[in-house]
T-cell receptor, first 114, second 112 residues
Framework: AQSVSQHNHHVILSEAASLELGCNYS??????LFWYVQYPGQHLQLLLK??????LVKGIKGFEAEFIKSKFSFNLRKPSVQWSDTAEYFC????????????FGQGTELSVKP | DSGVTQTPKHLITATGQRVTLRCSPR?????VYWYQQSLDQGLQFLIQ???????AKGNILERFSAQQFPDLHSELNLSSLELGDSALYFC???????????FGSGTRLTVV
């Protein structure tokens, strides 16, 4: 079955530390990849997406992600986190022939200490 | 405001009851998706409608049903509610498939 896994359940960082959140998916075919963020008490917002082309994609708020096809991975990075980045982060994958359905990872809760 | 409107924001109801959650998609979006978010199951895809027709089905219980109306708003009906149905129910919409979508603020359902 198609699945998406996120390596870390909860990450705690100090401000200015670098961030990398792992995401792997199960399927080797064509995929569209997404990272969403959910701030406390809010809805999910799109951070960035990858469809094709340059495997390094830049999103909002200084986030970027790299697609490594050979590793079925789409890791999220940010060079220097801020307290306001405290949120839950979800990796999501649209698998070929699945219409618009997104399969989400379990989420990673990021806590940034001021 | 994402442009996707969900009502109500909160709902408290008793076991065995039936509720209806409503979603209005972003202007111009033809697809509506329903997701259930709970602590133990994470974000689970329930169902997708495209321009009034059911397009894809996920882990949706038989006690749950949905429809999309000609004006493109959608309703998710949950019946014979159980304590385990307590969750956040998100609606999302998109113009095209596969390119991600915009989420609403969700309806928090509490079954007591």
């Amino acid at each position: 079955a198609q699945s998406v896994s996120q390596h870390n359940h909860h990450v705690i960082l100090s401000e200015a530390a670098s961030l990398e959140l792992g995401c792997n998916y199960s399927y080797g075919g064509t995929v569209n990849l997404f990272w969403y963020v959910q701030y406390p008490g809010q809805h999910l917002q799109l951070l960035l997406k990858y469809f094709s082309g340059d495997p390094l994609v830049k999103g909002i708020k200084g986030f970027e992600a790299e697609f490594i096809k050979s590793k079925f991975s789409f890791n999220l990075r940010k060079p220097s986190v801020q307290w306001s980045d405290t949120a839950e982060y979800f990796c999501a994958v649209n698998f070929y022939n699945q219409g618009g359905k997104l399969i989400f990872g379990q989420g990673t809760e990021l806590s940034v200490k001021p | 405001d994402s442009g996707v409107t969900q009502t109500p924001k909160h709902l408290i109801t008793a076991t065995g009851q039936r509720v209806t959650l409503r979603c209005s998609p972003r202007s111009g979006d033809l697809s509506v998706y329903w997701y259930q978010q709970s602590l133990d199951q994470g974000l689970q895809f329930l169902i997708q409608y495209y321009n009034g027709e059911e397009r894809a089905k996920g882990n949706i219980l038989e006690r749950f049903s949905a429809q999309q109306f000609p004006d493109l708003h959608s309703e998710l009906n949950l019946s014979s509610l159980e304590l385990g149905d307590s969750a956040l129910y998100f609606c999302a919409s998109s113009m095209t498939e596969g390119h991600g979508y915009t989420f609403g603020s969700g309806t928090r359902l509490t079954v007591v």
